[in-house]
């Protein structure tokens, strides 16, 4: 099979052909992973996203550093190709998407069948493709940790990118009224079809002063839930309009900067302030999340909703 195989860690912009320097090669004779359990299951893969985890991955950076050599890619999605002798819940050609830490940028990836969603009739196979990571990371944030409510005001910064896009919309669902922060005028105007409340273009406004005003104008007292994938200087600007018992959901630090949160905003406004992404080692978590929660069609729900 074809795979993108991640040999040393290096740039990950360099394309993998043509290039010594590049960290990556596309190998168009890698073996195709095997069913190693009974209730194992072989999925060809149709789409698989990229997300800022599998750049860091690739350089090195991430949290967790797989051995070389590896395949990168997280969530993807596919058909069913083979099953184990145990598989109860799926079939070959059944449509299903999944999210693993590793693996995905490849033509074939085995997963238990634990891992698996269904994938609901009349969705996008491709689009499903960039689901589990994105809206499993804001379902579980704003919905199972935060417990986001109407009346509550959500701030999202990056709002544009792929989990700000997925909170924000969650957060229209559930009732909130959404700012949303990015950069370009051709964002704000995305963002604003997605009926948020009100957008901050950070290439020409200032963010505090520009939130301050929309709190005012609608009576608001601040932000009760920080939705932060950026981290950095946004950080520390947006403790500045935290309601008072504010929740902070930190979801990485696309910025490069790992903000220090100064300890007595901590102590006076803030209530609770500690989440973490659903890739890599936290797919345990988000299993464990989803298996407290009904099931997995809750979060799946997401996709019938957009």
């Given at each position: 099979?074809?795979?993108?195989?991640?040999?040393?860690?290096?740039?990950?912009?360099?394309?993998?052909e043509g290039s010594d320097d590049s960290a990556r090669t596309l190998s168009r004779a890698h073996p195709i992973p095997q069913l190693n359990l009974p209730t194992s299951v072989r999925i060809r893969v149709k789409a698989t996203s990229l997300?800022?985890?599998?750049?860091?991955?690739?350089?090195?950076?991430?949290?967790?550093?797989?051995?070389?050599?590896?395949?990168?890619?997280?969530?993807?999605?596919?058909?069913?190709?083979?099953?184990?002798?145990?598989?109860?819940?799926?079939?070959?050609?059944?449509?299903?998407?999944?999210?693993?830490?590793?693996?995905?940028?490849?033509?074939?990836?085995?997963?238990?069948?634990?891992?698996?969603?269904?994938?609901?009739?009349?969705?996008?196979?491709?689009?499903?493709?960039?689901?589990?990571?994105?809206?499993?990371?804001?379902?579980?944030?704003?919905?199972?940790?935060?417990?986001?409510?109407?009346?509550?005001?959500?701030?999202?910064?990056?709002?544009?990118?792929?989990?700000?896009?997925?909170?924000?919309?969650?957060?229209?669902?559930?009732?909130?009224?959404?700012?949303?922060?990015?950069?370009?005028?051709?964002?704000?105007?995305?963002?604003?079809?997605?009926?948020?409340?009100?957008?901050?273009?950070?290439?020409?406004?200032?963010?505090?002063?520009?939130?301050?005003?929309?709190?005012?104008?609608?009576?608001?007292?601040?932000?009760?839930?920080?939705?932060?994938?950026?981290?950095?200087?946004?950080?520390?600007?947006?403790?500045?309009?935290?309601?008072?018992?504010?929740?902070?959901?930190?979801?990485?630090?696309?910025?490069?900067?790992?903000?220090?949160?100064?300890?007595?905003?901590?102590?006076?406004?803030?209530?609770?302030?500690?989440?973490?992404?659903?890739?890599?080692?936290?797919?345990?978590?988000?299993?464990?999340?989803?298996?407290?929660?009904?099931?997995?069609?809750?979060?799946?729900?997401?996709?019938?909703?957009?």
């Open positions: 099979m074809e795979a993108l195989v991640c040999r040393k860690l290096g740039e990950p912009t360099v394309p993998p997300n800022f985890a599998n750049y860091l991955q690739i350089q090195g950076k991430y949290q967790e550093k797989p051995p070389l050599p590896f395949i990168p890619g997280s969530d993807y999605s596919g058909t069913v190709e083979a099953i184990g002798e145990r598989v109860s819940k799926f079939k070959v050609g059944d449509p299903v998407c999944s999210l693993a830490a590793l693996g995905s940028f490849a033509q074939f990836v085995v997963a238990d069948e634990s891992e698996l969603f269904l994938v609901p009739k009349g969705c996008d196979l491709v689009g499903v493709g960039a689901f589990p990571v994105v809206y499993g990371t804001s379902h579980v944030a704003l919905v199972h940790r935060a417990q986001l409510g109407a009346g509550q005001v959500l701030m999202v910064l990056g709002a544009a990118g792929g989990v700000g896009v997925s909170a924000v919309q969650i957060g229209k669902v559930r009732g909130a009224t959404v700012i949303a922060v990015a950069r370009g005028s051709e964002k704000v105007r995305f963002l604003k079809s997605l009926g948020v409340d009100h957008v901050v273009d950070l290439s020409n406004e200032d963010m505090t002063q520009s939130v301050k005003g929309f709190l005012k104008a609608r009576k608001l007292k601040g932000v009760d839930v920080l939705y932060d994938p950026v981290g950095g200087k946004l950080t520390k600007d947006s403790l500045k309009l935290l309601n008072w018992g504010a929740q902070i959901l930190i979801i990485g630090f696309a910025s490069g900067e790992v903000p220090v949160v100064p300890a007595n905003i901590a102590l006076v406004k803030v209530r609770t302030g500690l989440f973490m992404d659903c890739t890599g080692g936290a797919i345990g978590y988000i299993d464990r999340v989803f298996s407290k929660i009904r099931s997995r069609n809750c979060c799946l729900g997401w996709l019938m909703v957009y």
